[in-house]
């Protein structure tokens, strides 16, 4: 079944980037010249989403307006003959079909998804957490997840190795290769921010997952969990052992949009591949890397 619905967690209080994320949402912040959610929104475009939902919260109105039309600034655009841009602003508004649902409480990214239940209905949908991301790669991460989907009919989620010292912040999944298949796996446990004695691989679930409508009354009985959060990853193990899951190592470079140093390591990657300022950045590293 083609996956054509994509939810996007991004109502997080971005506590691990203030002051920035003090009165501007962290999926806001700019890699380069656009801000971090329309990579996201991107990405899900381009790997065949056609409605996206967003999961917001109080304080977030500037990521609606952002996929909005603004007329004073497209007159001026145009006015001023500025017809690129111009085209640039209108097309942000028509990417796709996105809608947008308040999370009152920040109750964990598991109550998040639990959010999108009228809005996927009883289809499988894309989740791209708004921390979360990923760019470069064969294909876009989410549609090697959708792909692996329509080919195995059960949960997929995207996963990366990542350093023992760091696995705690995130989560440990068990996994099993899948016969003549690369980077694909079978998932068969899995615990969030594991202590070192839980750790089940060094292989985590990062940034993207395409589920089943499944998921959500597995949700409605998932009590809080670490953190005192209702967990995603909780759920899925659940999912996991009676469904079934599979894992793919999507092949694009994640980059942690709630995280000072990932936001750096974002722009510096996004400037030395951008046609307009990748010369001039390109020389200034030199220059900068000549005195370190």
């Known amino acids: ?13 971005g506590t691990r980037v203030l002051p920035a994320s003090k009165s501007m949402p962290k999926e806001m912040l700019p890699i380069v010249d656009k ?18 939902l967003i999961i917001t919260s109080r304080g977030k109105t500037t990521v609606e307006d952002h996929f ?4 004073e600034l497209e007159a001026k655009l145009l006015a001023s003959k500025k017809q690129e841009v111009y085209d640039q602003m209108v097309a942000i508004s028509q990417m796709a079909n996105i809608q947008y649902v308040r999370q009152k409480e920040t109750k964990g990214l598991g109550h998040a998804v639990l ?9 499988p949908f894309a989740v791209l957490y708004g921390d979360d991301v990923v760019l470069g790669g064969e294909k876009p991460a989410c549609c090697e997840l959708c792909e ?18 760091n696995i705690s912040k995130y989560c440990s999944v068990a996994l099993e290769p899948i016969l003549d298949e690369k980077a694909v796996y079978r998932l068969t446990d899995m615990v ?9 691989s060094n292989y985590s679930i990062l940034g993207r997952v395409v589920l089943p ?6 949700l409605e009985n998932t009590a809080p969990g670490a953190g005192g959060e209702i967990q995603l990853t909780d759920a899925m193990r659940v999912l996991a052992r009676e469904h079934g899951m599979v894992g793919v190592e999507y092949t694009g470079t994640r980059y942690d949009m709630g995280n000072k140093f990932g936001i750096l390591q974002a722009i510096v990657e996004v400037a030395l591949q951008h046609p307009q300022v990748k010369d001039q950045f390109r020389a200034y590293l030199k220059q900068v890397a000549a005195r370190l």
């Open 1 to 13: 079944m083609k996956i054509k619905k994509a939810v996007i967690p991004a109502a997080g209080l």
């Open 213 to 218: 409508p499944e998921i959500f009354p597995i």
């Open 192 to 200: 969030e921010k594991p202590s070192l004695t839980e750790v089940l």
């Open 68 to 71: 909005d039309r603004n007329p």
């Open 115 to 123: 959010c999108a239940k009228a809005f996927a209905g009883n289809e």
């Open 148 to 165: 692996a989907y329509e080919k195995y009919g059960v949960g997929v989620a995207g996963i990366k190795p990542v350093a023992t010292e």
């Open 35 to 52: 801000p971090a959610i329309q990579y996201i929104v991107e990405e899900a475009v381009k790997s065949g989403i056609e409605d996206i």
